[in-house]
T-cell receptor
Framework: NAGVTQTPKFQVLKTGQSMTLQCAQD?????MSWYRQDPGMGLRLIHYSVGAGITDQGEVPNGYNVSRSTTEDFPLRLLSAAPSQTSVYFC????????????FGPGTRLTVL | KQEVTQIPAALSVPEGENLVLNCSFT??????LQWFRQDPGKGLTSLLLIQSSQREQTSGRLNASLDKSSGRSTLYIAASQPGDSATYLC??????????????FGKGTKLTVNP
């Protein structure tokens, strides 16, 4: 199993550009999440999904879109990048809602100039 | 709203020392609590998950305890090694509206074990 994979590892964008951060898992997990990690702020939830076709907002959803057309993939779209979106982005997945461990990807380091 | 606090923010110890990392949470009605490890530039690795009905979980040199009534958890590391140097984070689901898909994290304790 590859676990949770994320691409790209690093990305530099200019303000106003759009891009998609890719996340995939091969563990047949129903639950997937996107977090951002910023110095002094810790990890904050952006969006999450409890199954294909079902997504919802987390704590900091503004400026981001998600969709979940398959169990395996959960891409995160930045519609119009802003410097405030400079961060490290982590994707995570788990079997189920309450009693399960979350598995994290290696992260994407995004810089918006 | 659930809030998670970890103190201290950083800790430096000599190799071989036993140490305790602290985690506190404001809403004691939690399903479980997880401890994670994060190495620099890497993702998070789950170390231990304690269910609300448990008081302790052990894995090798690691022991995590949970006291729901006081809103506290501790991670005990025995005989620390330089390879234990990392940031340790605790996280809880935001009862009652969700589970592992939307964890609330503390800001972590950065541990340095000096040879």
């Amino acid at each position: 199993n590859a676990g949770v994979t994320q691409t790209p590892k690093f990305q530099v964008l200019k303000t106003g550009q759009s891009m998609t951060l890719q996340c995939a898992q091969d563990m047949n997990h129903e639950y997937m999440s996107w977090y951002r990690q910023d110095p002094g702020m810790g990890l904050r939830l952006i969006h999450y999904s409890v199954g294909a076709g079902i997504t919802d907002q987390g704590e900091v959803p503004n400026g981001y879109n998600v969709s979940r057309s398959t169990t395996e993939d959960f891409p995160l779209r930045l519609l119009s990048a802003a410097p405030s979106q400079t961060s490290v982005y982590f994707c995570a997945s788990s079997w189920g809602p309450v009693i399960d461990t979350q598995y994290f990807g290696p992260g994407t380091r995004l810089t918006v100039l | 709203k659930q809030e998670v606090t970890q103190i201290p923010a950083a800790l430096s110890v000599p190799e071989g020392e036993n140490l305790v990392l602290n985690c506190s949470f404001t809403d004691s009605a939690i399903y479980n609590l997880q401890w994670f490890r994060q190495d620099p530039g890497k993702g998070l690795t789950s170390l231990l998950l304690i269910q609300s009905s448990q008081r302790e979980q052990t894995s090798g040199r690691l022991n995590a305890s949970l006291d729901k009534s006081s809103g506290r958890s501790t991670l005990y590391i025995a005989a620390s090694q330089p390879g234990d140097s990392a940031t340790y984070l605790c996280a809880v689901p935001p009862f009652p509206q969700g589970g592992s898909e939307k964890l609330v994290f503390g800001k972590g304790t950065k541990l340095t074990v000096n040879p």
